[in-house]
């Protein structure tokens, strides 16, 4: 064996983002023990930024040991029990996804289902609500298999209008677009490490209100994942009358994402938000001159994420694969039935720069070019550079 050395990439796909060389070198620092009081105070610190930064002050907010889906499905299987009504709204692959998990929880599913590119539709989602009593409904903030922007607040207030616990997936809107748990009146909200808070994969912060915990507290058997059950994980995290022993914490991997978040809030919340926002014109603006659009309407579209529709006639992968070996850029393919039909551009956390709006529109410039498409490709840099300047 050897020592694997990564090549050099830039990551402007859907995520993983690219992670500061301070989040790697904090990732770097000796590894203590997890019951250790120094560890702990880092443990508090955690969960205190999680709180200020998904908007949830009196929420239990704890980063889970593994990526965005088992938020996804620490959130299901603790809320929901055998025979509970749960609406999940799908508008791409991650609400797919939530339906999948609740089936397997033992819920009775009913799915509102809405056009790919297009963000969830309240109205069906209450017409569906008021049809029967419901525990839970789920839904996707930031669908990152198309890049399309959905309306929390209103939903959570729907989901609260009808007696149901609303589950928000914010994986790829946390540190990208605000996410305010408590202004939405949300229950349970989850993300990952490795979209817009450019930590590496592998933890994924949660949060539940206070009616959730009641709720899981109040549930007739116990939620059949172990390594996921919010009342022994809190047992853990939640440090009054002190810790006990769980499951030994991924330590380097928390050191990574302390980093991050210590990154975010020098920078500002809202500064973090209006870069991401900028990013996106700027590119935007490029792709517009470059003759590509995108899939989902401006009003709907997530910054940090930009489905690019492949003109007729270009080969969608012969593009990434281009940008990949000539630039060492990854950028995304479509997923399901978005296959060969866009690229998923990811302006997430430390990719979202004018640096990379730059390299990437220059990159796309050439692997078009390459397939013999005429591209100006000065008009397109000029065109984002005036979004940058503005
Ligand atoms: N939900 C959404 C919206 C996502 O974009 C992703 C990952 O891309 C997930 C859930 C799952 O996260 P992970 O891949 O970290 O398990």
Redesign the pocket.
Known sequence: MQSFQPPRRILMG??PSDVSPRVLSALARPTIGHLDPEFQALMEDIKAALQRLMGAPDYACIPLPA????G?EAAIMNLLEPGDRAVIAINGV?GG?MADMAGRAGAEVVTVEDEWGKPVDPARVEESLKQAPTKVLAF?H???STGARSDAAALCRIARENGALSIV?C??SLGGIPVDAAAWDADVIYS?S?KCLSAP?GLAPIALSKRAQLAIAARKEKPRNWLCDFGLLMSYWGGEGGRSYHHTAPINALYGLHESLVMLFEEGQQAVFVRHARMHEALAAGLEAAGLSLLVAPEHRLPQLNAVVAPDGVDEAAVRDHVLKAWDLEIGAGLGPMKGKVWRIGLMGASATPWHVRLCLTALCDALAAQGRKVDSAAVLAAAEAKLAA
């Open positions: 859907p995520g990526p965005g889906t088992a996804m991650f996804r996707v930031a669908e990152t997936d994986v790829t990952g490795q994969p």
